[in-house]
């Protein structure tokens, strides 16, 4: 007997998935603060990503929400926590802590 294969998208070594290289993203939720007085404010957004090469995300976010201060501090100490869930059921996931120095002016 004689038979011929040919890889299906299961097989091939991308996913269909895997050959989408850009996503856009609109984002929208709540803020909690505790700064110069403490609330919950809206907070919206929007994300572009990229990927670059097989192993390399390109990411870019811009995000803004309006707290209510009592006072208005020239220089603030920043700290960010990102979780995220990657893939279908959110079989994998990433954790990013950023901190940083701003000065307003």
Do not use: C, H, K
């Amino acid at each position: 007997m004689i038979s011929l294969a040919t890889p299906v998208a299961a097989q091939s070594p991308t996913s269909p998935t895997e050959d989408r290289r850009f996503a856009v993203g609109l984002v929208a939720g709540a803020s909690q603060f505790d700064l110069s007085g403490t609330g919950t404010t809206a907070i919206v957004g929007a994300r572009f990503e990229t990927r670059l090469r097989r192993w390399l995300l390109a990411e870019a976010a811009l995000s803004t929400f309006r707290p209510e201060e009592q006072s208005d501090p020239r220089v603030a100490l920043r700290a960010e926590l990102r979780v995220r869930g990657i893939g279908r059921n959110f079989s994998g996931s990433t954790a990013e802590w950023l901190g940083g120095l701003a000065y307003r002016f």
